[in-house]
């Protein structure tokens, strides 16, 4: 299916990873810093960037709390070197079974401008097991439709329990009911994310959550700077499910 690409625009990205996404022995899993991330965004075009960071309950990336203050300083920093863009502080907080279904206290969450929610392998909280097994397509007899309802009451505890922006790749990593999330997005407000990085939404998750009154958000998901912007994949996905573009709030139609 040939695309036009040159027709629509990308205005913001709302899921960045830096090396504050710091894993095990000062490996990092974000490969840039916070104003190259920046920079990047500025030689793409963008109006709007996001730093999001995962949340501090992975076991192997997640930012440190500590370092928050830090990230700030850097935030503003890029900000006096690129006064025309937005420039936001957020974290990709870690979906799991917790009073508050994430990886982020209550009392953490105003220390960043949004919350995004997603959920990743490696968390304690999550099902650590099945999920992983499940993802590579393999299913034990009736544990998908058990995970399934497990992964999907979880995700919606979060969306309700709190201010979740967007809700990165969902569907991703395990199995998720999309239809039960995107009717949570409706009702709170959330985006459902279309990730550039990941295959989720796919074309036919993007149709089954067409039918509610939900917007989308294409993300790059970049974890090095140079993925900072790139959209084409996940822009391809939302135009095969014929979404309409008008409801992707970052994206233009020239």
Request: net charge negative; charged share 25%; glycine share 8%.
């Amino acid at each position: 299916m040939d695309m036009d690409f040159s027709r629509y625009v990308l205005t913001a990205d709302y899921h960045t990873h830096t090396r504050y996404s710091k894993g095990l022995v000062c490996y990092y899993h974000g490969k840039g810093t916070i104003l190259e991330n920046v920079t990047a965004a500025s030689i793409r075009g963008l109006s709007e960037i996001a730093i999001t960071d995962h949340g501090p309950g992975h076991m192997f990336y997640g930012l440190s709390m500590e370092a928050v203050l830090e990230m700030r300083q850097d935030v503003q920093e890029a900000k006096e070197q690129f006064p025309d863009m937005k420039i936001e502080l957020g974290v990709e907080a870690n979906i799991i079974h917790s009073r508050n279904g994430l990886d982020v206290k209550r009392s953490d969450v105003s220390k960043f401008d949004f919350i995004n929610a997603g959920y990743h392998h490696g968390v304690p909280g999550g099902d650590m097991i099945r999920n992983p097994i499940c993802s590579y397509g393999i299913y034990p007899s009736g544990s998908r439709e058990k995970l399934m309802a497990w992964n999907t009451e979880m995700a919606i505890r979060a969306i309700y329990e709190n201010p979740v922006r967007i809700l990165t790749h969902p569907g991703d990593k395990g199995p998720f009911d999309v239809e039960a999330l995107a009717k949570a997005c409706q009702e709170r407000g959330t985006l459902l994310e279309i990730n550039n990085r990941h295959e989720h939404l796919t074309a036919e998750e993007i149709r089954k959550t067409m039918e509610y009154d939900v917007s989308y958000v294409i993300d790059s998901d970049a974890h090095k700077p140079e993925e900072v912007g790139t959209y084409e994949g996940a822009l391809r996905r939302a135009l095969q499910a014929e979404l309409p573009v008008s409801r992707i709030v970052n994206v233009e139609e020239r």
